[in-house]
């Protein structure tokens, strides 16, 4: 016959229960930092495009955006800085890109996708290179649809931010 459990009756051995009650959990006591958003200090960076090739300037620009360069990175916060980009018309592409590379969109309807080459797309509209090159660096949920707000692009040498007093970033 099969007793039915019973709680007043211990099932474990009593030095094991005295054992498991008297030692404490190793992370008990112990708690991380966590940095506020608003207590880091934004700043303003200026980066100059001129002959930079576009991956690795934006590695870079992304990188600034969500404040991996600062050790109080934290990977759910928007700890990083504004960037300011100018002279993205002098921006290069490696190899034969500018002819070979198309960046492709789509109206949402049956037959809807377009492609516009990377030649065209300098000649048109120099920011969205750089734009398209950043946003596919950032991680995609909504903290990114806030970083890349952070970026401005500049086809030219003038920017109309100079009241931010930004710094000239390496």
């Given at each position: 016959m099969?007793?039915?459990?019973?709680?007043q009756?211990?099932?474990?051995?009593?030095?094991?229960?005295?054992?498991?009650?008297?030692?404490?959990?190793?992370?008990?006591?112990?708690?991380?930092?966590?940095?506020?958003?608003?207590?880091?200090?934004?700043?303003?960076?200026?980066?100059?495009?001129?002959?930079?090739?576009?991956?690795?300037?934006?590695?870079?620009?992304?990188?600034?955006?969500?404040?991996?360069?600062?050790?109080?990175?934290?990977?759910?916060?928007?700890?990083?800085?504004?960037?300011?980009?100018?002279?993205?018309?002098?921006?290069?592409?490696?190899?034969?890109?500018?002819?070979?590379?198309?960046?492709?969109?789509?109206s949402?309807?049956?037959?809807?996708?377009?492609?516009?080459?990377?030649?065209e797309?300098?000649?048109?509209?120099?920011?969205?290179?750089?734009?398209?090159?950043?946003?596919?660096?950032?991680?995609?949920?909504?903290?990114?649809?806030?970083?890349?707000?952070?970026?401005?692009?500049?086809?030219?040498?003038?920017?109309?931010?100079?009241?931010?007093?930004?710094?000239a970033?390496?």
């Amino acid at each position: 016959m099969v007793e039915k459990w019973n709680p007043q009756i211990p099932c474990f051995p009593l030095t094991f229960q005295l054992s498991m009650t008297s030692r404490k959990h190793p992370m008990a006591t112990k708690s991380t930092p966590m940095n506020l958003e608003k207590a880091t200090k934004k700043e303003w960076l200026l980066v100059d495009c001129t002959d930079q090739p576009v991956g690795r300037l934006a590695t870079r620009i992304a990188d600034i955006l969500r404040g991996k360069h600062r050790p109080s990175f934290t990977p759910h916060q928007d700890t990083g800085d504004f960037v300011i980009a100018i002279n993205v018309e002098k921006i290069t592409l490696t190899g034969d890109k500018w002819r070979q590379k198309i960046y492709w969109s789509h109206s949402g309807y049956p037959g809807g996708i377009k492609g516009i080459s990377a030649k065209e797309m300098r000649a048109k509209h120099p920011e969205r290179i750089l734009r398209k090159a950043v946003a596919g660096m950032l991680p995609k949920n909504r903290l990114s649809d806030l970083l890349i707000t952070k970026l401005k692009i500049y086809a030219g040498q003038e920017h109309p931010h100079q009241a931010q007093q930004p710094i000239a970033a390496v």
